[in-house]
């Protein structure tokens, strides 16, 4: 059975759409109706939906599954359907519906314009979006208002409840071919939900209703190529945060490497696509910008190596991959150490994905051992891939060597980790779980250092995850971005350096406690590390990605004792028992859905 969500929570959209249905308007910003709510040139909502009787806004009860949102009144119901990513299909019996203008000022630069056309259509062309919107009706009685208004005015058509009534809405730029379904509505449901059920159980073969939904926000939050977005690709969410940050596409891409292998490459290039000259990967990538002013932490490499093993059939482009980490890192060596230092830094707390975490409390520009632990990975995998591609890989091997002997001897202080300083030298201990990110390095790092850390990331474990500062801290906050609060992309990342060091059972709390707060909360952007309560966006894409790498590992913990469970990278670990093979047996059967349909470039 299809999972039920709330819109307030996470909004009704499809694979491929730029635009969705939803009463989140703005950031942390909720009307009382939905909203037609579109990502071009950024979030802009442009069309409200109020049921009604007789034009009298009515109660309405709001429910949607993934195929279907649904109005429910006192005298009908009211349901729409994406039957194509730039189609929505709206039907209702016993309702009536209001559509309007969400803004009712039109100037000349901001705004949404209407008008009837003279093919029978009714048109809102927005000036925000760039875009237009055109809806039709099929059936039904209707009324229209504001045709050609100026100014401040009622923009918008009012459909008659008096008889069942049909409608489509199209997005589409200056002119094409009207659309005229040749199916029936519920066809067009049915066809909506085979497509998202064949795409979760490729993903998510173990068919839990977390895991499904989990898959809804993936599937849901993805958008065909347009504007700055050169490939398929999955937002952060289709609330506020409407971009690809250059380190959340790597969560998302190894979540879906083994159900929809085509579609996780895409997602693992596509803000490669904006690499510069100097080997920079851009901070983020949307519709109508790429955004430079900072970058974020070089985990590509950990991602490449895990990504290349979960893949059913490797890397589609080796070379490709080499070059762009090749460069990638070269920025970090080249760009990020100062002249006579054998340590990068970060320029702001932006640039490690930690925005506001108390490392960067006192100085932004920060050697953080973080980052310096993400490079020795990166060279590693670079040293791999060498040999695959024909060139050296010694001068890899030996950067990472010397990269990690200066870690450890210039901020490793014998059982802890500092940051520095950049401008004034000095070394500080924080209680921020950033400090304790070298974990990473698992195998790698010397066991006396390893134990330490496992330690220390024992004390940020709350029942609810990873705290990302200790809450005894005097700069703990609940709700505190990256002072507190539990967050996917640490989860993912400390969990994955406990268990190749050998730290299993703590991994598997850490997995566990996550997974629990999904499962009671769902895929916020972070969650208040003692309650549990979800925070922020309330449907982030990295954070079901997690969800679903994690819990697909769980699943494998379910059978007899003793039984190998698949890992993050697809090597067998030894824990306490599952059926990893079963998991692996199901992966060759998914290994045909290769991407997500409706995703050819829309020409926006």
Same mark, same amino acid.
């Given at each position: 059975m299809a999972p039920e969500f709330s819109p307030r929570d996470i909004p009704f959209s499809r694979a491929g759409a730029w635009f969705g249905l939803s009463p989140v308007v703005g950031l942390a910003t909720y009307a009382d109706e939905v909203n037609l709510v579109s990502h071009r040139n950024g979030m802009h909502p442009l069309l409200r939906l109020v049921p009604a009787l007789r034009e009298t806004p009515v109660p309405a009860e709001v429910t949607a599954d993934p195929a279907t949102l649904t109005w429910s009144t006192a005298q009908g119901r009211i349901t729409a359907v994406f039957p194509a990513p730039d189609v929505l299909r709206i039907s209702g019996t016993g309702a009536g519906l209001l559509i309007?203008?969400?803004?009712?000022?039109?100037?000349?630069?901001?705004?949404?314009?209407?008008?009837?056309?003279?093919?029978?259509?009714?048109?809102?062309?927005?000036?925000?979006?760039?875009?237009?919107?055109?809806?039709?009706?099929?059936?039904?009685?209707?009324?229209? /208002?504001?045709?050609?208004?100026?100014?401040t005015a009622r923009r918008g058509l009012v459909l008659d409840a008096d008889e069942p009534w049909e409608l489509i809405v199209e997005e589409l730029g200056t002119a094409r071919t009207r659309v005229l379904p040749s199916t029936t509505f519920a066809d067009d449901?049915?066809?909506?939900?085979?497509?998202?059920?064949?795409?979760?159980?490729?993903?998510?073969?173990?068919h839990t209703p977390a895991a499904e939904l989990a898959c809804y926000v993936l599937w849901s939050a993805t958008v065909r190529p347009a504007g700055f977005v050169h490939r398929p690709a999955v937002l952060m969410s289709k609330h506020w945060m409407d971009k690809v940050w250059s380190w959340d596409h790597c969560f998302t891409a190894l979540a879906l490497a083994g159900g929809a292998p085509e579609l996780a490459w895409q997602q693992f290039q596509v803000v490669f696509d904006h690499q510069d000259a100097e080997g920079a990967l851009p901070d983020s990538v949307t519709h109508s910008e790429?955004?430079?002013?900072?970058?974020?932490?070089?985990i590509h490499g950990w991602a490449l190596s895990l990504l290349r093993r979960r893949l059913p059939d490797g890397l589609p482009d080796v070379t490709t991959a080499y070059?762009?980490?090749?460069?990638?890192t070269s920025f970090w060596l080249d760009h990020r150490r100062v002249p006579g230092s054998r340590l990068p830094h970060y320029e702001h707390g932006n640039d490690s994905g930690w925005d506001n975490s108390t490392v960067f409390r006192e100085e932004r520009l920060v050697r953080s051992p973080?980052?310096?632990?993400?490079?020795?990975?990166?060279?590693?995998?670079?040293?791999?891939?060498?040999?695959?591609?024909?060139?050296?890989?010694?001068?890899?091997?030996?950067?990472?060597?010397?990269?990690?002997?200066?870690?450890?001897?210039?901020?490793?202080?014998?059982?802890?980790? /500092?940051?520095?300083?950049?401008?004034?030298?000095?070394?500080?201990?924080?209680?921020?779980?950033?400090?304790?990110?070298?974990?990473?390095?698992?195998?790698?790092?010397?066991?006396?250092?390893?134990?330490?850390?496992?330690?220390?990331?024992?004390?940020?474990?709350?029942?609810?995850?990873?705290?990302?500062?200790?809450?005894?801290?005097?700069?703990?906050?609940?709700d505190g971005y990256w002072?507190?609060?539990?967050?996917?992309?640490?989860? /993912?990342?400390?969990?994955?350096?406990?268990?190749?060091?050998?730290?299993v059972e703590l991994a598997d709390q850490v997995s566990a406690r996550f997974l629990a707060t999904c499962e009671k909360s769902g895929f916020a952007e972070n969650f208040d590390a003692l309650t549990g309560e979800g925070l922020r966006d309330r449907a982030y894409t990295w954070t079901a990605a997690a969800y679903l790498l994690l819990a697909e590992r769980g699943a494998g913990r379910e059978g007899p004792p003793g039984t190998p469970v698949a890992g993050l990278d697809g090597v067998p670990t030894w824990s306490g028992g599952g059926a990893g093979a079963a998991v692996e047996a199901e992966r060759g059967r998914r290994r045909g859905v290769a991407g997500v349909g409706g995703l050819e470039p829309d020409g926006g």
């Open positions: 309007s203008a969400t803004e009712r000022t039109l100037t000349p630069f901001t705004g949404t314009y209407f008008f009837a056309d003279q093919a029978g259509g009714l048109v809102f062309t927005s000036y925000e979006t760039g875009h237009r919107l055109r809806l039709t009706v099929l059936s039904g009685q209707w009324n229209q /208002v504001g045709d050609q208004a100026l100014d449901v049915g066809a909506v939900r085979a497509e998202f059920s064949q795409f979760a159980a490729a993903v998510a073969p173990w790429v955004l430079r002013n900072f970058v974020k932490p070089p070059h762009q980490l090749v460069a990638w973080d980052l310096t632990a993400f490079l020795v990975l990166q060279c590693k995998e670079l040293a791999l891939l060498a040999t695959e591609v024909g060139d050296e890989p010694a001068r890899w091997t030996e950067q990472a060597d010397e990269l990690l002997e200066a870690l450890l001897d210039e901020l490793w202080q014998g059982d802890h980790f /500092v940051s520095q300083g950049v401008v004034s030298g000095t070394k500080r201990r924080s209680e921020s779980l950033l400090d304790l990110m070298p974990v990473v390095l698992g195998e790698h790092l010397p066991r006396a250092v390893f134990d330490h850390l496992r330690a220390d990331i024992a004390q940020h474990l709350t029942s609810v995850g990873l705290a990302t500062e200790l809450p005894g801290s005097p700069w703990y906050e609940p002072r507190g609060p539990v967050w996917a992309p640490a989860t /993912v990342l400390v969990e994955d350096g406990l268990r190749r060091g050998g730290a």
